[in-house]
């Protein structure tokens, strides 16, 4: 997802079901070999399940979002997804931190 956010989420998640069955973690870089060679990153699990539940909302509108997404294709080319339902991760955070302030 690309927007006026140059930066990605570098949140995991393993599983499927309820937020308390699903392990979640954030990380301080991404698992491109450039960030794991020759750098100290850290991956940090969140046990506790009330502290998963908006990780795990990123992650739902980022696999959502259709108005900054691409897809790969097989050929290796790049194809922006068809805006269907409007959805935009970047709007999402802007609002989020804003009524967090």
């Known amino acids: ?10 949140i995991y998640a393993f599983g499927d079901g309820e937020v308390e069955d699903v392990e979640v973690a954030i990380a301080s870089a991404d698992l491109m070999q450039r960030n794991l060679d020759r750098r100290v990153e850290l991956l940090v699990p969140i ?6 539940a908006r990780p795990l909302r990123v992650l739902d509108v980022a696999f959502a979002d259709d108005t900054h997404a ?14 269907t339902q409007g959805v935009s991760l970047q ?3 802007n609002e989020e931190a804003v009524a967090g302030a």
């Open 70 to 83: 691409w897809e790969l294709q097989p050929s290796g080319h790049w194809q922006r997804c068809a805006t």
């Open 1 to 10: 997802i690309v927007g006026s956010f140059l930066e990605h989420s570098r």
């Open 47 to 52: 046990s506790e399940p009330a502290l998963r």
């Open 91 to 93: 709007q999402f955070l």
